[in-house]
């Protein structure tokens, strides 16, 4: 077999680079790096965990990088801009590729005429994996070519955005982002205060409608969306979602006002 001028060139296999980005995360960090063992590298952008976190990953084999809170967009561009393969897959601490999911990705990321995948999620609450009340079709652009992305400067909800072809994989990520109901209450609160600063910055104002949005909000995750066909987990969660929703309507409110406090 020759190559070059010859019959033949044999193909090179694209390598593939995981990217986290992680905080205090010792307990899930291990779950979601073994899960993507058959990267060619793994990268943990660390910023100023006070657990074992960087410890936890470079035993699991991954690469630590620290580097302070820059904001979830920026966070996300910085990691980006630390991997070296040809492809990015992009987990948080608390995200598991499933084994259907890590036993597709080589063949997808070897197709020449695709340039970043969708990933489906499947999120549980409290031991309980949530299929209704707006959980169903959840997918996340999350796999992509690292010279065809880049991440939008946002505090929450950044979001990549790649160039050219995307399409969506057939296996799942697990998330678990709660372990319980006061660690759920504790993000809520940050996530909260960062959506309502977005709101405000981009010049969305408090409405006196926005009363209706909690009970809505519910109804809709709950009843339109069959959140009840998921049980309990199911009403939790729905209320959960409409509790957000007023938070994040209620420091906008607190945003506009002279004596407001400024978000942290």
Same mark, same amino acid.
């Given at each position: 077999?020759?190559?070059?001028?010859?019959?033949?060139?044999?193909?090179?296999?694209?390598?593939?680079?995981?990217?986290?980005?992680?905080?205090?995360?010792?307990?899930?960090?291990?779950?979601?790096?073994?899960? !993507?063992?058959?990267?060619?590298?793994?990268?943990?952008?660390?910023?100023?965990?006070?657990?074992?976190?960087?410890?936890?990953?470079?035993?699991?084999?991954?690469?630590?990088?620290?580097?302070?809170?820059?904001?979830?967009?920026?966070?996300?561009?910085?990691?980006?801009?630390?991997?070296?393969? %040809?492809?990015?897959?992009?987990?948080?601490?608390?995200?598991?590729?499933?084994?259907?999911?890590? !036993?597709?990705?080589?063949?997808?990321?070897?197709?020449?005429?695709? %340039?970043?995948?969708?990933?489906?999620?499947?999120?549980?609450?409290?031991?309980?994996?949530?299929?209704?009340?707006?959980?169903?079709?959840?997918?996340?652009?999350?796999?992509?070519?690292?010279?065809?992305?880049?991440?939008?400067?946002?505090?929450?909800?950044?979001?990549?955005?790649?160039?050219?072809?995307?399409?969506?994989?057939?296996?799942?990520?697990?998330?678990?982002?709660?372990?319980?109901?006061?660690?759920?209450?504790?993000?809520?609160?940050?996530?909260?205060?960062?959506? !309502?600063?977005?709101?405000?910055?981009?010049?969305?104002?408090?409405?006196?409608?926005?009363?209706?949005?909690?009970?809505?909000?519910?109804?809709?995750?709950?009843?339109?969306?069959?959140?009840?066909?998921?049980?309990?987990?199911?009403?939790?969660?729905?209320?959960?979602?409409?509790?957000?929703?007023?938070?994040?309507?209620?420091?906008?409110?607190?945003?506009?006002?002279?004596?407001?406090?400024?978000?942290?």
């Amino acid at each position: 077999m020759r190559s070059g001028s010859g019959f033949f060139r044999l193909a090179r296999v694209p390598t593939l680079s995981l990217a986290v980005i992680a905080c205090d995360e010792e307990r899930d960090l291990p779950r979601c790096l073994a899960s !993507a063992a058959f990267a060619d590298e793994r990268v943990v952008i660390d910023s100023g965990s006070r657990d074992r976190t960087r410890e936890v990953a470079a035993v699991a084999g991954a690469r630590v990088v620290e580097q302070p809170w820059l904001g979830y967009g920026a966070q996300r561009a910085f990691a980006l801009s630390q991997v070296t393969g %040809d492809w990015v897959l992009v987990l948080d601490a608390d995200e598991v590729l499933s084994p259907e999911l890590a !036993a597709e990705i080589p063949a997808a990321i070897a197709r020449p005429d695709v %340039d970043g995948y969708r990933l489906r999620f499947r999120s549980e609450l409290f031991g309980r994996t949530l299929r209704y009340g707006g959980f169903g079709g959840e997918t996340h652009l999350r796999l992509f070519r690292r010279g065809r992305a880049h991440y939008r400067d946002a505090a929450i909800h950044e979001g990549v955005a790649v160039e050219g072809r995307v399409e969506t994989l057939r296996g799942h990520v697990l998330h678990r982002p709660y372990a319980s109901l006061s660690e759920y209450l504790v993000k809520l609160e940050r996530y909260s205060t960062l959506a !309502a600063a977005q709101r405000h910055a981009a010049g969305r104002r408090f409405s006196p409608f926005a009363a209706a949005r909690m009970p809505w909000g519910f109804l809709r995750r709950y009843l339109l969306q069959l959140g009840l066909l998921d049980g309990y987990a199911g009403y939790v969660s729905a209320a959960l979602g409409a509790l957000s929703d007023f938070l994040k309507d209620a420091k906008l409110q607190d945003l506009e006002r002279p004596d407001g406090d400024a978000p942290r």
